[in-house]
């Protein structure tokens, strides 16, 4: 019987493996590295326990995508909900608490910002309660089938309410700013720093509809988990085991060949090639591009390694005296330096909780320090002046900890170490070309690329839609599933007893 390989173990390469290993269906997962999770995996140094990139543990409360896949593949994530999403620290100096509960975010807002923002916020929470329901149901964006746009035609038909659709038409093809209420500074700075981590832009080009969705990321069920937000990596691969699928890690895949039978021929770096009913690409697709060459899609094979306007990340790893840090402090935090918010004007701060130990040593946080960066910048500096490169990376590490203390004013005669990662860092390690994080910005309705590239050949991750975020790039790799047992579904019952996984195999590297 011949697997499906799942080229990949980030959260969508994952989560697909994991739903179709569910189904009894033979799943291979290919990893490079030694550990599963990509972009939203932990790693060890020094004794701390750090999150590579993801940080913001969302989508577990109640109907949401995670809490939904947890019960569909039958595990417990682990969760510790907390009650503030994160803390958004405007440039004014004013602090405002992201309330998970919907409630005690209303009374925050209005206690800061008035009531001007209000017709905002509730066009806001009205239209992502709606496109929430559609995107729990694998909306099939942009549909590529006929059944894809019955598909969808029906989902509308079911979660909007008919007056809304004038406005979500409306909506579809302007920027969110259209919305915002005009003069109020401190409200449309709060909604872009709010933008920029969840849509990778702000109102002025951020798609209405879209945004009005990422906005409500903190409503979705926010916490932590122990051990990172690897942990969460950590269940999807023991569910694929649990299942019956493979993990194989420290297995390079370096070329994926289409075969005359509708098969394909998946060819690794020193473990053979093996042969796969279907195969499943969890990357950005220039990855894909590299992998399929020709068979690529064309405008993939045109496109540059990155989009013009997207976005790498710097990140700084830092190990803090525990006494730096307050015991009510939330351990989530924007940091708004004010615009333009890449190369440290807006830092996102996450904080190891107190209550998780494998995360620092005793008397120690971990904290982990974001912001969005040109990549192209990083990647001349490091081809053409590694002693300018080395030197920006300095420049770099001292305004993202100058942003943080304003939070945590301790840290810099409490800071035990400090050590970064540019997008280059990324590319080395997550396999991302050039480093390119956070999927394409939101500038128009359905900006992504199509799921679907042939039959059983499909692609998963934040550059398919919903995008970027954990739960929805769990959501795409989920309905990508369903649509790859759906065409496995329509093969003859013979092509799944006589094949062999694999023309030249090796026993090295299962999980």
Known sequence: MRPVIVVGAGIGGLTAAAILARYGIPVVVMETQAYPGGCASTFDRHGFRFDAGATLAAGFGPDMPLHRLG?????????????????????????????????????????VLGSAGEPFWAWQERTAKA??????ERLPWPPQRPRDLLRLLRALRLS????????????????????LPPGDRRLRELVNGQLWISAQTT??????????????????????????????????????????????????????RPQADGGFQVETRGYGVWEAEGVILNMPPAGA????????????????????????????????????????????????QG?????????????????????????????????????RRWWSLFQQDREAYARRKAEMVARV????????????????????????????????????????????????CRSRIRPRLYLVGDSVFPGQSIPAVALGAWRVAEDMREDLAALPRRRWIIHSPFVRPSMEGIR
């Open 71 to 111: 019960e569909r593949l039958e595990l417990e994530w682990g969760i510790h909900l907390e009650p503030v999403a994160m803390q958004v620290h405007l440039s004014d100096g004013q602090t405002i608490p992201r309330w998970t509960d919907r409630e005690r975010w209303r009374e925050e807002r209005l206690r």
């Open 131 to 136: 496109l929430w329901a559609l995107i729990r």
């Open 160 to 179: 909007a309410h008919p007056a809304d659709l004038p406005g979500w038409i409306r909506d579809a093809f302007r920027p969110a700013a259209s919305r």
């Open 203 to 256: 109102v002025e080009r951020a798609n209405a509809l879209y945004a009005a969705a990422a906005l409500d990321l903190p409503h979705t069920g926010v916490g932590w988990l122990p051990g990172g937000i690897g942990a969460i990596a950590a269940r999807l691969a023991d569910a694929i085991v649990r299942y019956g699928g493979e993990i194989r890690f420290r297995h390079e895949v370096i070329a994926v």
């Open 289 to 336: 591009v590299r992998l399929l060459r020709e068979v690529a899609p064309p405008p993939w094979r045109r496109a540059p390694a990155a989009p013009p306007d997207g976005w790498g990340a710097f990140v700084v790893y830092a190990a803090v005296a525990e006494a730096a840090v307050p015991s009510d402090l939330p351990l989530h935090h924007q940091i708004l």
């Open 339 to 375: 615009e333009p918010f890449d190369e440290g004007g807006a830092v996102f701060l996450s904080i190891s909780p107190a209550a998780d130990p494998s995360r620092a040593p005793r008397g120690f946080r971990a904290l982990t320090l974001s912001t969005h960066t040109d990549l």
């Open 401 to 448: 900890l100058q942003a943080a203390a304003r939070v945590l004013p301790r840290l810099p005669e409490d800071l035990a170490w400090a050590e970064a990662a540019t997008p280059i860092t990324f590319q080395q390690f997550t396999g991302r070309p050039m480093g390119w994080v956070g999927g394409f910005p939101q500038t128009r309705l359905g900006r992504s």
